[in-house]
């Protein structure tokens, strides 16, 4: 009998692999970095957390400025999960905004990892990922933000949406590095300067 899928299923099944490995050795760093710092952090010891070697993390990683960068990613990832829910249960274009701006700040101030690579002795390697070398992180958040409104409120116009959603990223990851006034006031500010945008036609 012929199995013409099966290349395909071992592919899938390999990146699945491959993606829970990820997951477990950012898992087993964000540990190491809580309990060590960024300097701290040994990349033998993440190694020996996962059950594997270290010559295994640096294939995924190539080094660890690599692991800083997935590190960056993994936990955006998961701040966007949580705030494109929130504009998707939102009833109202502003409250929405400013929810999920409100607390997109609230989770870069609680999170233990980001107050740990923010730091002096951390902040020559992570400072740049949130910066000057940020695009990934800008790029990850608008897409999923504009996706979130275009999918709750498909009337907004789409240019709009890509150009607001990255202005609102850049402006929210601003204050995210230097905070300078409450979260709620940012939050309102960022609401009220890019709602009546992503409104006009």
């Not at 699945?16 to 710092?37: D, K």
Request: no cysteine.
């Amino acid at each position: 009998m012929s199995t013409p899928d099966r290349p395909q299923e071992g592919a899938s099944f390999a990146s699945r692999t491959r993606e829970r490995l990820r997951a477990e050795i950012l898992a087993a760093a964000t540990q190491e970095v809580i309990g060590a710092g960024w300097r701290g952090l040994r990349m033998q010891a993440v190694a020996d957390s996962v059950g594997i070697s270290r010559q295994t993390i640096n294939a995924e990683f190539a080094d660890k400025r690599g692991l800083a960068k997935a590190l960056v990613l993994s936990i955006g990832a998961a701040y966007a999960d949580e705030i494109t829910q929130i504009i998707e249960d939102s009833h109202n274009l502003e409250a929405g905004l400013r929810d999920a701006f409100r607390r997109g700040l609230e989770q870069a101030a609680a999170d233990q990892v980001f107050k740990v690579v923010m730091t002096p002795d951390s902040s020559d390697t992570f400072l740049p990922l949130y910066t000057s070398e940020g695009a990934p992180l800008v790029t990850l958040f608008a897409t999923r933000l504009a996706a979130a409104l275009a999918r709750r409120w498909p009337e907004l116009d789409p240019e709009r949406l890509r150009i607001g959603s990255d202005a609102s990223v850049r402006f929210v990851l601003s204050h995210i590095v230097l905070p300078l006034q409450p979260i709620e006031q940012t939050a309102r500010e960022a609401a009220l300067l890019f709602v009546p945008f992503f409104q006009a036609r």
